[in-house]
């Protein structure tokens, strides 16, 4: 219930009856037909680059890529076209958000590095080549899903609320 604060809990805190009651309610509800915006936003934040996290680049381009991809592709076939724009609004500016600040972030930290050793226009040249790479995989993943069943491997009955969720 996205109108209701986040409440984290530890494995421990979880009886094995709560599990269980909430995969029976999966297995027979699924997830419902609506985005969990928050969650996606949630999930998108913190997608800024340093020195120190650095070696994550090529995951959080496919992550954001991929997770944009597969939410265009859910909008485009699980709503109705006036339904479409609205959530195409919501999905391209949490994705363009995201994607701006991966890309500032790598280009201050890590450009901003080489400009200091006197190349000039570094810091913007690798912005810019950030903000392409995740259109370029995001494109990728877009064909990718247009030509290939992403859940045909899901016959599980127990198992198809997966297709509605969009971060599996």
């Known amino acids: 219930d996205t109108s209701k604060p986040v409440k984290l809990m530890l494995e421990s805190q979880v009886s094995q009856e709560n599990l269980d009651a909430f995969r029976a309610q999966l297995e027979a509800n699924g997830l419902g037909d609506a985005i969990d915006w928050r969650g996606v936003q949630e999930d998108f934040l913190h997608m800024d680059l340093r020195f120190d996290n650095a070696d994550r680049f090529a995951t959080k381009v496919d992550y954001l890529a991929s997770r944009y991809a597969i939410l265009k592709d859910r909008i485009q076939t699980q709503y109705t076209v006036?339904?479409?724009?609205?959530?195409?609004?919501?999905?391209d500016t949490l994705y363009t958000?995201?994607?701006?600040?991966?890309?500032?972030?790598?280009?201050?930290?890590?450009?901003?590095?080489?400009?200091?050793?006197?190349?000039?226009?570094?810091?913007?040249?690798?912005?810019?080549?950030?903000?392409?790479?995740?259109d370029r995989k995001?494109?990728?993943?877009?064909?990718?899903?247009a030509q290939n069943d992403l859940y045909g491997e899901i016959t599980d009955p127990s198992q198809q609320w997966l297709k509605q969720d969009d971060g599996y």
Do not use: N, P, W
């Open 82 to 91: 006036d339904q479409m724009a609205q959530e195409m609004q919501t999905l």
């Open 97 to 134: 958000k995201a994607k701006e600040e991966l890309a500032t972030s790598y280009a201050d930290h890590i450009g901003g590095f080489y400009e200091d050793l006197g190349q000039t226009g570094a810091a913007q040249e690798m912005r810019e080549s950030v903000l392409e790479t995740i």
């Open 138 to 145: 995001a494109d990728a993943y877009t064909t990718y899903l």
